[in-house]
């Protein structure tokens, strides 16, 4: 397991939970089997099949995905991203939320997991994807380049900053539960929404919609924070 979610991997769930407008977008955009790429503890996929919809995970941290198994019940496999082709089943709908595609460390794995998404899915399906707009940090000139606002509750507090770090984005976390406090590092690749469309185009898909959130707020890449993105297979 990677060291960045190796230590929250105990707090995952405080810190990460499935949320009703989220859930309503996966499912308006449903059809057929689902998969969820990078499921991570399986709790969006457990609503979803909660919901009635047949669904899979795969996640390349293996704690994560028995966790997934054995607690929220869901048909999960430990699994790179980038071998999804090797899965039996085609599906209506792959989704990849959660900054996970920006963990793929170029824009070469980046396409090379579309065409896979994309040879994957049905006629008429759709991919899901949810990332940081990290435009308006690629714009800042500094090596400090923005946070996101820190998530607490009871349990848990999680603090987010990104710092520059060559052609990567410096992710740093501070994660306090208890009177335990974790900091951590991970680099992640900073693609843009347009550089994403246009993969996307090249691997075939059409009807390409961007969103600011799960909400479907417009799109503004100056100011968005989140990037959610629907592309479908016709």
Same mark, same amino acid.
């Not at 980046?110 to 998404?117: A, M, P, T, Y």
């Not at 820190?150 to 900053?161: A, D, G, M, Q, Y």
């Given at each position: 397991?990677?060291?960045?979610?190796?230590?929250?991997?105990?707090?995952?769930?405080?810190?990460?939970?499935?949320?009703?407008?989220?859930?309503?977008?996966?499912?308006?955009?449903?059809?057929?089997?689902? %998969?969820?790429?990078?499921?991570?503890?399986?709790?969006?996929?457990?609503?979803?099949?909660? #919901?009635?919809?047949?669904?899979?995970?795969?996640?390349?941290?293996? @704690?994560?995905?028995?966790?997934?198994?054995?607690?929220? @019940?869901?048909?999960?496999?430990?699994?790179?991203?980038?071998?999804?082709?090797?899965?039996?089943?085609?599906?209506?709908?792959?989704?990849?939320?959660?900054?996970?595609?920006?963990?793929?460390?170029?824009?070469?794995?980046?396409?090379?997991?579309?065409?896979?998404?994309? #040879?994957? %899915? #049905?006629?008429?399906?759709?991919?899901?994807?949810?990332?940081?707009?990290?435009?308006?940090?690629?714009?800042?000139?500094?090596?400090?380049?923005?946070?996101?606002?820190?998530?607490?509750?009871?349990?848990?507090?999680?603090?987010?900053?990104?710092?520059?770090?060559?052609?990567?984005?410096?992710?740093?976390?501070?994660?306090?539960?208890?009177?335990?406090?974790?900091?951590? #590092?991970?680099?992640?690749?900073?693609?843009?929404?347009?550089?994403?469309?246009?993969?996307?185009?090249?691997?075939?898909?059409?009807?390409?919609?961007?969103?600011?959130?799960?909400?479907?707020?417009?799109?503004?890449?100056?100011?968005?924070?989140?990037?959610?993105?629907?592309?479908?297979?016709?």
């Amino acid at each position: 397991m990677s060291k960045f979610y190796d230590s929250i991997s105990d707090n995952y769930e405080d810190i990460f939970q499935p949320n009703d407008k989220q859930i309503n977008f996966l499912e308006e955009h449903a059809k057929g089997k689902i %998969l969820d790429v990078a499921c991570a503890t399986g709790k969006v996929a457990k609503r979803l099949q909660d #919901d009635g919809f047949d669904v899979m995970g795969i996640d390349l941290e293996e @704690k994560f995905v028995n966790k997934a198994i054995n607690e929220n @019940k869901i048909d999960a496999k430990c699994m790179n991203m980038l071998d999804i082709d090797k899965l039996r089943d085609n599906f209506g709908l792959i989704y990849c939320i959660g900054n996970s595609l920006v963990h793929l460390e170029s824009s070469e794995k980046i396409n090379e997991f579309l065409k896979k998404c994309y #040879d994957k %899915l #049905d006629t008429k399906g759709n991919l899901v994807i949810q990332i940081i707009n990290f435009y308006p940090f690629l714009q800042v000139d500094d090596d400090y380049l923005g946070n996101l606002p820190t998530i607490k509750n009871k349990k848990v507090e999680f603090v987010r900053k990104y710092f520059r770090s060559g052609d990567f984005i410096r992710f740093n976390t501070v994660m306090t539960a208890g009177d335990k406090s974790i900091e951590n #590092d991970v680099n992640l690749f900073p693609i843009t929404s347009d550089e994403l469309v246009t993969l996307l185009e090249q691997n075939g898909f059409e009807n390409i919609k961007i969103y600011g959130g799960f909400n479907k707020a417009e799109f503004d890449k100056e100011n968005s924070r989140p990037l959610v993105l629907v592309a479908e297979k016709l």
